[in-house]
C-alpha cells in the first residue's frame, strides 16, 4: 500500500461506538468507504466507524490494492478502554491517532483461520490475538471487515451479471412489445398490447370467442344434415330468432289430447306405441333438435342454481317444490304450455357422491351404463341416433336421441315412456351438465309422459367425489296408478329427483366396494379375493336387473290378473328363454303382487333381510335354519350387501343349493333380492370366474313408503307411516320351450304368493302401531 494513503477514522463516531480504531487497507475496504460515505455502515447488527477517503486515493487505485494489504488501524489498549467507557468525556479536540499496520504473518494466519472460521467466538479471538500479538478487539474488526470485504465482492460480482441480463432482457422486451404491437389475440381477437383493454373487456372478449367456438360446433353438425351453411336457418340467426322457437311441432304432436285415456291398454296391447311410432330422424328434424336441447341446457342450469321464489321449500325443510307460475314467468320461451290431462311433478336434490365426475358424466351418456346404475329406475333403454359423440375426446357437445321406459317396482304403477334429446357439456367453471327434453312432437302416439329439461349438474369434489344436483320436471298423465300408489306417485317421491340421487349415491358406494383392495380379513365370511368379490357382484347386479325387469308393469309386458287370491291382485306373465345363458331354457313364470303394510319400512326391511327370520315367510326353505356363509358390504348402510346363505334342510334334494341374496336400501326404497344357485357353479364364481352363465331366476322384495308421512315416508323413518311392499316371483314350469303353460302351474305360483303374504302379515302384526 502507498505510503500517502491513510484512513483515518471519524472520531466522533469512534466515541458513541465499541468498534474502535478499524483500518482498511484492501479494495473492499476501499470500495466500503466511498459506498456508504457519510452514513453509518451496518455490520454484523452492529454499527461500524464510517471511513473518509483520503485526499490523494482516487477509485481508480482501488483495484491495485492488494488483498495482503489489508490491515487495521488501532489504538492502544489504554486508548481502547477510555473511548469505550464513555464518549461524551472525551476532549472534543481531535487528538491525532496512530496507525499500525499487521504484518504479513499476521494477515496469513487470520486468512487461514477466516478459511475455517468466518465467525470466531470471543474465545478463539483471544486465542488468535495470544498467537499474533494482537489486541482482541483488533481481531474482532479484521473478521468484521473480511467478511464486509468478502461480501462486498460477491455483491459486486452479482450486480455485474444481474446488470448484463437486465440489459438482455431490456433488449427482449423491446423486441417483444415490436412485434406484439401488429398481433391479435388468438382467444378473443383484440389487440394484445398493454393497457389497450381493461380486465373484464378481456374476460368478455375470451367468453364470446369461447360462445363462438361452440356455435360453429354445432353449426357444423347441422350444416353436417342438412347440406348447407346454417346461417340460413332462422333457429342459429339471432336477428330472426322466432317469438317461440322451442314450440315447434308442439300443436301437431298434442291434438286430441282428450283421448288420452285411462288404464285400459295399459297393461294390454297398447304396449310399446311410442317405440312403433318413430320411425326415424328426418334432415329437417335435426337443426331443431340442437336448437331444442341448447335452450333446455341453459334452463336446466339456471334452475338449478335459482332459490326462491321459483323453488319453495317445505314447511319441515326436507323437500322443495317448484313454483309453477314462476316458472313460467322466469321461463315464457319453453317447451309450450302443459298439454291437457297432464299433471307437473317437479323436484331438486343435491348430494355428495363418491366418484369421480369423469366417470358419472361416462356412465350418464352410456345407455347400458346407465341403464345398469339406475336398474330400479330404468326398465328399457335404447339410444336412437348420436348426432354427435362431442369433442376433444370427451362427451363436452355430445347428442343423442333417445327413448325410456322409467319404473315403479310394482305392477301397480305404469311405467312412464318418452323419446329425448340427451346433451351434454362442460360449463367454463368446470362443471358438467347433462339435460334431456322431449321430442314428443316428432313422434305420432298420443303422449302420456313430456319431460321438460330435466337431468342434473356435476361439480368435481376434492378426493374423488363429486357433487350432483338433479332436476326432475315431467309432464305425466298418472290415470293408470293404482290407488295404493297415487300418494306416493302425486307426493314426486316415486319418479322424483330424490331417487335418482339416492340410487346413485348407492350405486356410487357399491361400485368403490367392488374395487376396494384393503378388506378387513378379521370378519368370519368375508370375501377377502378381489376377483371373487368382482365376479360375485358382478352376479347379484344381473340378478337385480332381471328382477326388477319382471316386477314392473312395462309396456314390454302382458300381465294376466289373477283373482281371490288373498292379495289385492297377483298379476303373471310367461317369457319364454331359449339362448339366454343366464336363465334357464323353458317357460318362465313371473308372478308379482302388491300390498299395504302398517309397519314402517325400515323394520319391514331389517326383517325380511335378516337370515335368522327367514324361516317364518320362506315356504321353499321348508322351515331349515338359514346360515350366511359369505358376504360382500356395499356400502356404509350394513343394510346394503351381498350374502352367499345355506339352507340347513333335511330335504336332500336342497343339500347341493346356496341361496345368493342382495339387499339394498336408500331413503327412497329397498329390495330383498335373491335367488337359488349351485354350489358348484358358486365356487367358479367365488374363485374369479365368469358369472355370465350362472343360471338364476330371482324372487325378493321392493319396499317403498306409502307416502303418508309428513318427511314422505322415508325409509329411515321408523314412527309413523305404512309399507308398500311387492312380492314376486320367478319359477320355471316347463324346460320345454314350446310347451303350454298349464293352470296348474298358474294355481302353484298363485298358491305360493298368497302363502308368502299371509306370512309375512302374521309375522309383522305385533309390530304394527
Known amino acids: 500500500m502507498p505510503a500517502g494513503i491513510m ?9 458513541r461506538n465499541n468498534n474502535v480504531g478499524g483500518g482498511f487497507g484492501s479494495s473492499s475496504g476501499l470500495s466500503l468507504s466511498q459506498k456508504m460515505f457519510q ?16 485526499p490523494n486515493t482516487s477509485e481508480s487505485d482501488i483495484p491495485r490494492i492488494r488483498d495482503d494489504d489489508f490491515d487495521t488501524a488501532t489504538k492502544s489498549g489504554s486508548e481502547n478502554q477510555e473511548n469505550g467507557a464513555s464518549g461524551d468525556d472525551q476532549d472534543p479536540r481531535p487528538k491525532k491517532k496512530r496507525y499500525h499496520r499487521h504484518t504479513q504473518h499476521q494477515i496469513q494466519e487470520m486468512e487461514a483461520f477466516f478459511k475455517e472460521c468466518p465467525h470466531p467466538d470471543d474465545k478463539q479471538r483471544k486465542e488468535l490475538s495470544r498467537e499474533l500479538g494482537l489486541e482482541p478487539l483488533q481481531v474482532k474488526f479484521w473478521f468484521q471487515n473480511k467478511r464486509t470485504q468478502m461480501k462486498n465482492q460477491h455483491e459486486r460480482h452479482e450486480n455485474s451479471h444481474l446488470r448484463a441480463d437486465n440489459e438482455k432482457l431490456r433488449a427482449d422486451n423491446m423486441r417483444y412489445r415490436e412485434a406484439l404491437s401488429n398481433a391479435s389475440c388468438p382467444n378473443c381477437g383484440g389487440p394484445t398490447a398493454i393497457g389497450e383493454m381493461s380486465f373484464d373487456e378481456h ?19 347441422a350444416a353436417k344434415y342438412v347440406g348447407k351453411p346454417v346461417v340460413n336457418y332462422p333457429l342459429l340467426s339471432p336477428s330472426s330468432v322466432p317469438p317461440r322457437p322451442l314450440e315447434l311441432g308442439v300443436g301437431s304432436g298434442y291434438g286430441g289430447q282428450a283421448g288420452i285415456g285411462g288404464s285400459g291398454d295399459m297393461y294390454g296391447s297398447g304396449a310399446g306405441d311410442l317405440l312403433r311410432s318413430i320411425s326415424g330422424l328426418t334432415e329437417a328434424d335435426k337443426p331443431m333438435i340442437i336448437e331444442l336441447a341448447v335452450a333446455a341446457m341453459e334452463e ?15 314447511l319441515d325443510g326436507s323437500t322443495t317444490v317448484l313454483n309453477e307460475d314462476e316458472y313460467m314467468r322466469s321461463f315464457p320461451r319453453g317447451i309450450g304450455p302443459k298439454p291437457t290431462g297432464l299433471k307437473c311433478e317437479a323436484s331438486r336434490e343435491t348430494a355428495l357422491v363418491i366418484m369421480n365426475h369423469v366417470n358419472l358424466v361416462e356412465i350418464l351418456m352410456d345407455v347400458n351404463q346407465w341403464s345398469t346404475v339406475f336398474s330400479g329406475i330404468v326398465s328399457r333403454a335404447m339410444t336412437m341416433e348420436v348426432l354427435s359423440t362431442g369433442v376433444a375426446g370427451n362427451y363436452n357437445g355430445a347428442l343423442q336421441v333417445m327413448t325410456a321406459e322409467l319404473q315403479v317396482p310394482s305392477p301397480l304403477v305404469p311405467t312412464r315412456e318418452s323419446y329425448f334429446v340427451r346433451y351434454c357439456k362442460q360449463h367454463a367453471d368446470g362443471t358438467w351438465a347433462v339435460v334431456d327434453v322431449s321430442l314428443d312432437h316428432l313422434s305420432t302416439a298420443p303422449v302420456k309422459c313430456r319431460r321438460r329439461p330435466s337431468g342434473c349438474l356435476i361439480q368435481e369434489m376434492p378426493n374423488g367425489y363429486s357433487k350432483v344436483t338433479w332436476i326432475e320436471h315431467v309432464e305425466v298423465d298418472d290415470r293408470g296408478v293404482h290407488s295404493l300408489y297415487k300418494q306416493l306417485v302425486s307426493s314426486g317421491h316415486a319418479f322424483g329427483a330424490k331417487r335418482w340421487v339416492a340410487a346413485l349415491d348407492r350405486q356410487c358406494e357399491r361400485l368403490a366396494s367392488a374395487m376396494a383392495s384393503n378388506i378387513p380379513t378379521g370378519d368370519v365370511g368375508v370375501i377377502t379375493n378381489q376377483d371373487g368379490r368382482r365376479s360375485m357382484l358382478k352376479l347379484a347386479e344381473r340378478m337385480v336387473i332381471s328382477f326388477c325387469a319382471g316386477v314392473s308393469a312395462s309396456t314390454a309386458h302382458t300381465w294376466t290378473t289373477l283373482s281371490g287370491t288373498g292379495a289385492d291382485d297377483v298379476r303373471v306373465m310367461t317369457r319364454k328363454s331359449v339362448d339366454d345363458p343366464g336363465r334357464p331354457p323353458g317357460i318362465v313364470l313371473s308372478a308379482a303382487t302388491s300390498f299395504w303394510l302398517p309397519v314402517p319400512p325400515k323394520r319391514v326391511f331389517d326383517f325380511l333381510r335378516d337370515e335368522n327370520s327367514r324361516s317364518e315367510w320362506d315356504i321353499l326353505s321348508n322351515g331349515g335354519a338359514v346360515q350366511e356363509m359369505a358376504h360382500i358390504a356395499n356400502g356404509r348402510d350394513t343394510g346394503n350387501c351381498v350374502s352367499l346363505l345355506r339352507v340347513n334342510s333335511a330335504n336332500s334334494s336342497q343339500s347341493n343349493m346356496l341361496i345368493l341374496q342382495e339387499s339394498c336400501t336408500d331413503s327412497t326404497g329397498s329390495f330383498v333380492i335373491y335367488a337359488p344357485v349351485d354350489i358348484v357353479a358358486m365356487n367358479v364364481v367365488l374363485n374369479g370366474g365368469d358369472p355370465d352363465y350362472v343360471a338364476l ?29 311387492t312380492v314376486a316371483f320367478q319359477i320355471l314350469v316347463d324346460s320345454v320351450p314350446t310347451a303350454k303353460l298349464s293352470l296348474g302351474s298358474v294355481a302353484t305360483v298363485n298358491n305360493l304368493i298368497a302363502c308368502t303374504v299371509e306370512r309375512i302379515k302374521a309375522s309383522l302384526s305385533c309390530e304394527a302401531p
Open 697 to 725: 331366476l330371482p324372487s325378493g322384495f321392493a319396499i317403498l313408503p306409502d307416502g303418508t308421512t309428513a318427511h314422505g315416508g322415508g325409509i329411515g323413518e321408523t314412527g309413523h307411516g305404512g309399507s308398500l311392499l
Open 203 to 221: 374476460h368478455l372478449r375470451i367468453e364470446n370467442a369461447r360462445l363462438r367456438e361452440e356455435i360453429d360446433r354445432i353449426s357444423a353438425i
Open 39 to 54: 452514513q453509518p455502515n451496518m455490520m454484523d447488527g452492529q454499527l461500524l466507524p464510517a471511513l473518509d477517503m483520503a
Open 300 to 314: 336446466l342450469v339456471r334452475m338449478a342454481q335459482m332459490g326462491e321464489p321459483l323453488w319453495i321449500t317445505t
Open 7 to 15: 484512513i483515518p477514522a471519524m472520531p466522533s463516531l469512534i466515541g
